[in-house]
């Protein structure tokens, strides 16, 4: 009986492991700066778990067996931290990663192979570990309030600020997903058909430090939430919004909505003038 007990035991335990979602980010010697095969890599592997229901992630920074101990532990721990950084610029929510340690130098014979080089070049990583939650929780239903379209519709004053609901970036990129454009094509014909109404697009991000702008990964360049606004610009002006009528800003991460990560990668409409001549 204990027998069984203790096969059970390891049989949940080694499930539970293979629910485990592993990345290795490979450096070059006394590097804690990422190659830019390894950043592609990785990037790759941010969009397979963007969509999970993490419970929590780990970073773990690792060297070969070059180095002192107190060198090691230092430059493995730079590399924990480089590999974080990726997490917050590309808009993952930082308060899933729940350690990030450098945990100095692997010995040689920890690979089992014959090259010392090949060895150490594989002991100079850092090793990412997600546990995503199984089955998925159920998201928390939102307590209704007025459309978007409603809102856009009704009376407006210079002031009004209005969020874009289901409108919904890619996470890291400046374009919508396919659903979401269907929703701004309802919004643009109903802003076009407002030619009073002038505003600006202001395009926010999430998870980033402080009041930085996240990277967007398609260009390189940290100014995502400028270019979730351009987006949004360039679209309505497509679909017969005048362009004198309205102008796009980035806002970064300045104004956090204190609720879920995902509420802070948002668009709103903040209206600007009401031309009463134009009606």
Same mark, same amino acid.
């Given at each position: 009986?204990?027998?069984?007990?203790v096969?059970?035991?390891?049989s949940?335990?080694?499930?539970?492991? #293979?629910?485990?979602?592993?990345? #290795?980010?490979?450096?070059?010697?006394?590097?804690?700066?990422?190659?830019?095969?390894?950043?592609?890599r990785?990037?790759?592997?941010?969009?397979?778990? @963007?969509?999970?229901?993490?419970k929590?992630?780990?970073?773990y920074?690792?060297c070969?067996d070059?180095?002192?101990?107190?060198?090691?532990?230092?430059?493995?721990?730079?590399?924990?931290?480089?590999?974080k950084?990726?997490f917050?610029?590309?808009e993952?929510?930082?308060?899933?990663?729940?350690?990030?340690?450098?945990?100095?130098e692997?010995?040689?014979?920890i690979?089992?192979?014959?090259?010392?080089?090949?060895?150490?070049g594989l002991?100079?990583?850092?090793?990412?570990?997600?546990?995503?939650?199984?089955?998925?929780?159920?998201k928390?239903?939102?307590p209704?309030k007025?459309?978007?379209?409603?809102?856009?519709?009704?009376?407006?004053?210079?002031?009004?600020?209005?969020?874009?609901?289901?409108?919904?970036?890619?996470?890291?990129?400046?374009?919508?997903?396919?659903?979401? @454009?269907?929703?701004?094509?309802?919004?643009?014909?109903i802003?076009?058909?407002?030619?009073?109404?002038?505003?600006?697009?202001?395009?926010?991000?999430?998870c980033?430090?402080?009041?930085?702008?996240?990277?967007?990964?398609k260009?390189?360049?940290?100014?995502?939430?400028?270019?979730?606004?351009?987006?949004?610009?360039?679209?309505?002006?497509?679909?017969?919004?005048?362009?004198?009528?309205?102008?796009?800003?980035? #806002?970064?991460?300045?104004?956090?909505?204190?609720?879920?990560?995902?509420?802070?990668?948002?668009?709103?409409?903040?209206?600007?003038?009401?031309?009463?001549?134009?009606?």
């Open positions: 009986m204990k027998s069984l007990i096969f059970l035991l390891f949940f335990q080694f499930v539970l492991a #293979q629910k485990e979602m592993k990345h #290795q980010v490979y450096f070059l010697t006394d590097e804690f700066d990422i190659p830019e095969t390894e950043h592609s990785l990037l790759l592997f941010l969009s397979e778990i @963007e969509n999970l229901d993490v929590k992630i780990s970073i920074g690792f070969d070059r180095g002192s101990d107190s060198y090691n532990m230092v430059l493995s721990q730079q590399r924990a931290d480089a590999i950084e990726v917050s610029n590309n993952f929510d930082e308060t899933l990663i729940t350690n990030v340690d450098g945990k100095g692997i010995l040689l014979n690979v089992a192979d014959q090259d010392v080089y090949k060895i150490r002991n100079r990583k850092v090793e990412i570990i997600v546990q995503p939650y199984d089955p998925p929780r159920k928390e239903k939102l209704e007025e459309s978007t379209e409603d809102l856009l519709k009704g009376e407006l004053k210079e002031g009004d600020k209005i969020q874009l609901e289901n409108i919904y970036f890619r996470t890291g990129y400046s374009y919508l997903t396919k659903d979401s @454009e269907k929703v701004l094509d309802k919004i643009a014909k802003l076009a058909q407002r030619p009073d109404v002038h505003f600006t697009i202001e395009g926010h991000v999430c980033t430090h402080g009041t930085r702008d996240a990277i967007d990964r260009t390189k360049i940290r100014n995502l939430s400028v270019a979730r606004a351009k987006y949004v610009y360039d679209y309505l002006a497509k679909k017969g919004v005048k362009r004198i009528r309205m102008r796009y800003v980035g #806002q970064r991460r300045k104004f956090p909505l204190g609720g879920a990560p995902e509420l802070d990668r948002r668009v709103e409409i903040l209206v600007t003038r009401i031309d009463k001549s134009a009606n």
